[in-house]
C-alpha cells in the first residue's frame, strides 16, 4: 500500500506535457529545425536526436539545461512551463554552428 502511495504521489507531482515531443535533429553540428515554438505557461518535451558521429551538449543558460547527447544517439529534453519569450541554446562543443532558439508564445 505504502509503494501504491509513493507512485500516484509521483505521477500527480509530474508535469503534464500537452502535446506530442518536438522532434529535433543535430546534424553537421547544426539543430534542425533550429527555432522550436512551444506553449507558454505549458512544460514541454524536446526529443533530440544527434546524427552526428561525436557527441554534443545541448546547453542553455536561460533554460537552465544541460544534457549531453552521445553521436548516433537521442535524448530526451523536459522543458519546464515557460514565459512568454525567446531562450536561445546552443550545441556547447561546436557552439559555433549549432546554435538555435526556442520561443514560448
Same mark, same amino acid.
Given at each position: 500500500?505504502?509503494?501504491?502511495?509513493? *507512485?500516484?504521489?509521483? $505521477?500527480?507531482?509530474?508535469?503534464?506535457? =500537452? &502535446?506530442?515531443?518536438?522532434?529535433?535533429? !543535430? /546534424?553537421?553540428?547544426?539543430?534542425?529545425?533550429?527555432?522550436?515554438?512551444?506553449?507558454?505557461?505549458?512544460? *514541454?518535451?524536446?526529443? $533530440?536526436?544527434?546524427?552526428?558521429?561525436? =557527441? &554534443?551538449?545541448?546547453?542553455?543558460?536561460? !533554460? /537552465?539545461?544541460?544534457?549531453?547527447?552521445?553521436?548516433?544517439?537521442?535524448?530526451?529534453?523536459?522543458?519546464? *512551463?515557460?514565459?512568454?519569450?525567446?531562450?536561445?541554446?546552443?550545441?556547447?562543443?561546436?557552439?559555433?554552428?549549432?546554435?538555435?532558439?526556442?520561443?514560448?508564445?
Amino acid at each position: 500500500m505504502k509503494t501504491l502511495v509513493i *507512485a500516484l504521489t509521483f $505521477l500527480l507531482a509530474a508535469p503534464a506535457f =500537452a &502535446d506530442a515531443p518536438v522532434i529535433v535533429h !543535430l /546534424k553537421n553540428h547544426r539543430f534542425t529545425p533550429a527555432t522550436i515554438k512551444v506553449k507558454a505557461n505549458e512544460p *514541454a518535451m524536446l526529443v $533530440l536526436f544527434n546524427d552526428d558521429d561525436s =557527441a &554534443d551538449e545541448f546547453d542553455s543558460s536561460s !533554460l /537552465k539545461i544541460e544534457k549531453v547527447v552521445p553521436g548516433h544517439d537521442k535524448g530526451n529534453i523536459r522543458l519546464r *512551463a515557460l514565459a512568454p519569450g525567446k531562450y536561445p541554446f546552443m550545441g556547447e562543443y561546436h557552439a559555433a554552428t549549432a546554435q538555435g532558439m526556442v520561443i514560448a508564445q
